[in-house]
């Protein structure tokens, strides 16, 4: 096990988005401690994505991250930190103490281009962890944007 894995993302409808839920348990698979970069509203504001409206408070998808993570090991949330990211890399880029990084082969290059800068800055680069795609019952990959559009009835 690794002292600190990190990971980052909206988190959006975690409770249907089950490509997020392989996330979580594999950062606590793989870390002693979890620091999730949860966006901020704000930033979502800044980043154009489809069915915006729809996306849930930062303060609901925290909340259902922390559900969520209690419901796989009721210690989960005393080995976790929920960091807002304002931006796309939050402290990756500069906290040495992260050791490992668990991404999708949807988000993996900024994972890529954390470490591009980590290494720029004189800090370890991470190990970084691909998760695959989860496929839903259509057999196409599950995202928040499928999710935003179906609440949508679009």
Same mark, same amino acid.
């Given at each position: 096990m690794?002292?600190?894995?990190?990971?980052?993302? &909206?988190f959006d409808h975690l409770n249907i988005h089950e490509g997020h839920k392989l996330l979580l348990k594999t950062c606590f698979n793989l870390g002693e401690h979890v620091a999730i970069g949860l966006v901020t509203d704000e930033f979502i504001q800044n980043v154009k994505k489809e069915f915006d409206s729809l996306i849930e408070p930062y303060e609901e998808r925290k909340r259902n991250i922390m559900n969520y993570i209690k419901s796989l090991n009721p210690d989960y949330p005393n080995?976790? &930190?929920i960091i807002p990211l304002n931006d796309p890399f939050g402290p990756a880029i500069t906290d040495p103490n992260i050791e490992?990084?668990?991404s999708s082969e949807e988000t993996y290059e900024?994972?890529?281009?954390?470490?591009k800068i980590r290494a720029k800055n004189g800090v370890p680069r991470m190990i970084i962890v691909i998760i695959p795609l989860v496929l839903g019952e259509d057999g196409t990959r599950i995202s928040s944007t499928k999710i935003r559009k179906k609440i949508s009835g679009k």
């Open positions: 690794y002292k600190l894995c990190g990971c980052g993302g &909206t080995h976790c &930190t490992i990084h668990v900024v994972a890529m281009k954390i470490n």
